[in-house]
């Protein structure tokens, strides 16, 4: 029966299981990127995750925020960010063909650093049609590459009221999934194997959001928030590692 399923042994799907499951709760309580949680630490122990699997999830939950809050759609805003993030999405297909498997796991590292950087440091935007195309371009890259693609929109659309901002960023994160595991597919770096692994944890993504449930009101999401971006910060650092010395 386990030879029959997208996963090398039982142990080992059990743990990729208990990342997802891990990353949905932090989702749930701190606020913080599903994909930016799960990412590093899959680029340093479970590389069939990423990107491929954890962007069908992430698209998967960013689903259910628009439907849930289709009301509050920003279509512009979705449109000038979709423009952009086609552009970034071609470059980073571009970029992972062209970059050797060490260049890759340094500008991976750099990238989630990246996010935990734009995710702490408070900047401010107006969200004009080029600044929006803009992040639309940095979402493309930083997602297709490392399925990380929510904080620079979510910093130029910060002001926008919260549902606004929920829904705009879960029907662009959507349908910009789409398109980056589609051209993850075509450069044959997204297949049945990924798309079956990633149906069969969706179960433990579910479990975990029922349960921040839970726990939203027993923490205090901004500590939680923080513990949550100093474990991405120091899993990025550990791809690095990864990278520079094989550890």
Not at 40 to 52: C, I, K, N, S, Y
Not at 121 to 129: M, Q, S, V
């Amino acid at each position: 029966m386990l030879s029959a399923l997208p996963f090398p042994d039982a142990w080992h799907y059990a743990a990729m299981a208990l990342v997802v499951f891990g990353a949905a709760v932090a989702q749930g309580v701190g606020g913080i990127g599903f994909a930016m949680f799960a990412a590093p630490v899959a680029a340093m122990f479970f590389p069939q995750l990423a990107p491929g699997p954890l962007l069908t999830l992430g698209g998967f939950i960013s689903l259910l925020t628009a439907l849930r809050e289709r009301a509050f759609i920003d279509w512009s805003a979705v449109s000038y960010a979709l423009a952009g993030r086609v552009v970034g999405t071609l470059i980073a297909i571009y970029a992972m063909a062209s970059f050797a498997p060490q260049a890759l796991g340094v500008l991976f590292a750099c990238l989630i650093l990246a996010a935990v950087a734009l995710s702490v440091a408070g900047l401010r935007f107006t969200a004009t049609p080029g600044r929006v195309s803009g992040a639309g371009v940095a979402s493309g890259l930083m997602g297709t590459m490392t399925s990380v693609g929510a904080p620079p929109i979510a910093i130029v659309l910060q002001h926008a009221a919260p549902p606004r901002l929920r829904a705009t960023l879960g029907v662009v994160l959507f349908l910009g999934s789409i398109f980056s595991l589609a051209m993850l597919a075509l450069a044959k770096r997204y297949t049945g194997y990924h798309a079956g692994l990633a149906l069969s944890l969706a179960p433990f993504l579910l479990a975990g959001f029922a349960v921040s449930n839970r726990l939203r009101a027993l923490l205090p999401p901004q500590a939680v928030r923080g513990v949550l971006l100093a474990v991405c910060a120091l899993g990025a650092a550990g791809v690095l590692a990864k990278a520079f010395w094989g550890a």
